[in-house]
């Protein structure tokens, strides 16, 4: 399966993104999707997941009540909507997936088989 990540941008601390992961090659509906990112210098940090049927949800504490992630199946997308978007959430988002993720793994990118490129995220003070 191939992913591929969009809607990244430069935004105001306090402003809002949405970002789209399309993917293609195999229908979806069987995979646990999530979003990771990778800040300058660091490593690369569980943002969200979300389970094939769209019923289980996880997030990163730094990120709960202020991203939304969820999943269209029927168009083969996912996507993260962030809101309140702080400095220190500067990092490229990377959309990926993988078909035999459980709840104590949906947080581990070793978890997960496909990636996308990754879209760039800026947030300025």
């Not at 970002?19 to 646990?32: D, N, Q, V």
């Not at 269209?72 to 990377?94: C, F, I, R």
Request: glycine share 12%; proline share 2%; hydrophobic share 35%.
């Amino acid at each position: 399966v191939q992913l591929q990540a969009s809607g990244g941008g430069l935004v105001q601390a306090g402003g809002s993104l949405r970002l789209s992961c399309a993917a293609s090659g195999r229908t979806m509906s069987s995979y646990t999707m999530g979003w990771f990112r990778q800040a300058a210098g660091k490593e690369r940090e569980f943002v969200a997941g979300i389970r094939w049927s769209g019923g289980y949800t996880n997030y990163a504490d730094s990120v709960k009540g202020r991203f939304t992630i969820s999943r269209d199946n029927a168009q083969s997308t996912m996507y993260l909507q962030m809101n309140s978007l702080k400095p220190e959430d500067t990092a490229v988002y990377y959309c990926a997936a993988g078909r035999t993720i459980i709840h104590t793994t949906i947080t581990l990118p070793s978890a997960y088989k496909n990636w996308g490129q990754g879209t760039l995220v800026t947030v300025s003070s």
